[in-house]
């Protein structure tokens, strides 16, 4: 319906659209009594809807998309996976942080023990292994430990005669019967091989630089001529 205006300064007249009832410009969400004063309508069920309701999702629209659901499934994954990237990455962080913070432990181990140690001067610097030897005392019951540097080159069974003789303990690996004079790591209850050369221990990655081994007695077995 069109209704004719006259203007004070014209005898033309113009024609315009009536304002609508807000009655036809209510909400149409279940329950909603708001009203608007322009349309908001729907594009996809073309009702009309107030600002609060004017999503697909606010008024529960019957037309609503699968692809917005799809879109909202792979939005939710996406962000599922960089909440797990963060938490990978944050382990990575820790665990590099972690061999780093061993690393330098290492570094500052092998620095005291050098300070300290005492070997064969006539052994080249680029041949040196420096070690923390533990001498257990069973008959004390205490353990001592000293610093000192072996050529890489040297067997196991060379460095126990030569710490024997430093520390003047009795060294009766020659004899089958009597008890034997072994070399461990601190933290193992296996004796290293009395044939094998540091070298060859550092590249098995049995012992490294600045470790600390153990010298103690032990009775002959028959597993350790094979070992």
Not at 41 to 49: G, P
Not at 177 to 200: G, M, Q
Request: aromatic share 8%; charged share 25%; glycine share 4%.
């Amino acid at each position: 319906m069109k209704i004719k205006f006259y203007t004070l300064n014209s005898s033309a007249t113009e024609e315009r659209t009536p304002f609508v009832c807000c009655e036809q410009l209510k909400c149409s969400f279940e329950g909603c009594y708001n009203r608007e004063l322009v349309e908001i309508r729907c594009e996809h069920c073309k009702m009309n809807f107030c600002l609060l309701h004017r999503h697909q999702h606010d008024h529960s629209c019957r037309l609503l998309s699968n692809t917005n659901v799809l879109h909202e499934s792979k939005t939710a994954v996406l962000v599922k996976q960089i909440l797990e990237s963060k938490v990978t990455t944050g382990e990575r962080k820790r665990c590099s942080q972690g061999k780093k913070s061993a690393k330098t432990s290492s570094l500052v181990n092998l620095l005291k023990i050098k300070m300290k140690a005492q070997g064969d001067q006539s052994v080249p610097e680029i041949e040196r292994i420096y070690l923390l030897v533990e001498f257990c005392n069973a008959d004390k019951g205490n353990v001592t430990t000293k610093s000192f540097f072996f050529s890489n080159l040297w067997t196991v069974g060379k460095i126990i005669d030569r710490l024997a003789s430093i520390e003047k303990l009795g060294n009766e690996n020659n004899k089958s019967n009597a008890k034997k004079l072994l070399l461990y790591r601190s933290d193992s209850c296996d004796p290293f091989c009395v044939n094998s050369t540091l070298i060859e221990l550092v590249a098995a990655g049995v012992l490294q630089n600045g470790d600390t081994v153990a010298l103690r007695y032990e009775p002959q077995l028959k597993q350790y001529e094979n070992i």
